[in-house]
Each structure stands twice: as structure tokens, then as C-alpha cells.
């Protein structure tokens, strides 16, 4: 089993910034891809970006491409999402995962979820 356990979610006015971090526990962290997810009320919950075993390989969704920012450090279970200029559009509750595969970026692929942060983006 996986613990995830993600933080730094809040209020934030559009083009400000905040950073979300999740941290792991229960099994070797490096073993694991890292996702992160994002559910806006009433839509269904989809891709954000993901990251490699090392970090050496990262992809953004488009909606995100040139703002976020996905990375991990290894030596402390922890996975990030750096988010910049933001928009009202990316108010959602804001998960992290852990899967075995990389490259696959659907929800199935993934088998450990976090509670969820709240991320809100105020115009």
C-alpha cells in the first residue's frame, strides 16, 4: 500500500501562484510514476501531468502546458506541482497518484490516490 497525502492547496487570485506537494508513504517511493489529477465541480476528473520513476521525464496536459510545473524529490517521497499564472478555470480539487506505468495517462493506470486539495482561482 500507498499513502498519499497531498498539501498547499487554497485561495489564490488569477495569475498568482501556489504549489501543491504530496507526500508518500508505505512502499518505495521511486518505484512509482506520479500523476496529478484535477475534479472541477461537475466534471469528471482528468490529467494534469505526470512524472517518471527519476523525474526524468515529465508531460503536462495542454490546458496547463507553460504554467505547471510537475517534480519530485526522491529522497523525500514527495512529489510537487508548481502552478503559475493561473485562471479561474483551474479551480478544482487537486489529487496526486501513484501507478506503475508511465506514458498511460488515465485514471485506471493509476493505483494509489490522495484525499484531494482544494484549489480555488478567484477573477
Known amino acids: 500500500q500507498v499513502q498519499l497525502i497531498e498539501s498547499g492547496g487554497g485561495l489564490v487570485q488569477a495569475g498568482g501562484s501556489l504549489r501543491l506537494s504530496c507526500a508518500a508513504s508505505?512502499?518505495?517511493?521511486?518505484?512509482?510514476?506520479m500523476g496529478w489529477f484535477r475534479q472541477a465541480p461537475g466534471k469528471e476528473r482528468g490529467f494534469v501531468a505526470d512524472?517518471?520513476?527519476?523525474?526524468?521525464?515529465?508531460y503536462n496536459a495542454d490546458s496547463v502546458k507553460g504554467r505547471f510545473t510537475i517534480s519530485r524529490d526522491n529522497a523525500k517521497n514527495t512529489v510537487y506541482l508548481r502552478m503559475n499564472s493561473m485562471k479561474p478555470e483551474d479551480t478544482a480539487v487537486y489529487y496526486c497518484a501513484a501507478g506503475s506505468t508511465y506514458g498511460v495517462r488515465s485514471m485506471g493506470r493509476y493505483d494509489y490516490w490522495g484525499q484531494g486539495t482544494q484549489v480555488t482561482v478567484s477573477s
Open positions: 512524472i517518471s520513476w527519476s523525474g526524468g521525464s515529465t
Open positions: 508505505g512502499r518505495t517511493f521511486s518505484n512509482y510514476v
